[in-house]
């Protein structure tokens, strides 16, 4: 269902992206680095919060970590992970696959800059098994999503 949510909103709203399948998981951000051949730092992993009564996404890069205090103050609250059955319930990408595409409600999203240090990023695609290869700018202009500073960044160095 979630990979098909993804597919449909590809097809409508950019249809010269395809969705990737990978043979083995890519539902962590290691796993996704090897099976899509990019670095850790590549992978767009999308961060599933509550603030309060809100929830939102923050996608990033795969090896910066939330910075709680950045939140908070750009938020006005303190950041609470979802739990996986309230993530499948709330995104309808199960734990993995969250990306934001193909959502089963609109929800605010937010790409943290770290995400700008490259030209092509790897969201997952709804699955524990799928992703895209997509420039960060087009990312967030095809989700609405805002740019915001909200990690710790960790950009691996480059070897």
């Given amino acids: ?8 909103f590809f097809a409508q ?6 969705v990737i399948e990978s043979q083995v998981s890519s539902a962590t951000v290691a796993l996704a680095a090897e099976a899509y051949g990019v670095e850790p730092a590549r992978i767009a992993k999308t961060l599933s919060l509550r603030i309060g009564e809100r929830v939102i996404l923050i996608v990033t890069s795969g090896t910066s970590r939330m910075d709680n205090k950045k939140v908070k103050a750009l938020f006005g609250g303190k950041p609470k992970m979802l739990a996986p059955d ?10 993995g696959g969250v990306c934001p595409f193909g959502l089963k409600a609109p929800l605010p999203i937010y790409c943290d800059v770290s995400l700008q240090a490259f030209d ?8 524990t098994h799928s ?5 960060p700018q087009r990312m ?4 609405g999503a805002e740019w915001v500073d909200v990690c ?3 950009l691996a ?3």
Avoid: C, F
Avoid at 1 to 8: G, H, T
Avoid at 13 to 18: E, G, L, M, N
Avoid at 140 to 143: G, K, Y
């Fill in 157 to 159: 160095p480059v070897t």
């Fill in 140 to 143: 967030a202009e095809l989700v």
């Fill in 120 to 127: 092509v990023v790897v969201p997952a695609a709804g699955s």
């Fill in 13 to 18: 709203k950019a249809p010269d992206i395809t």
């Fill in 86 to 95: 309230e993530v499948a319930e709330i995104t309808g990408h199960e734990v």
């Fill in 152 to 154: 710790e960044h960790r």
């Fill in 131 to 135: 992703a895209v290869r997509i420039s």
């Fill in 1 to 8: 269902m979630s990979l098909e949510s993804v597919r449909a």
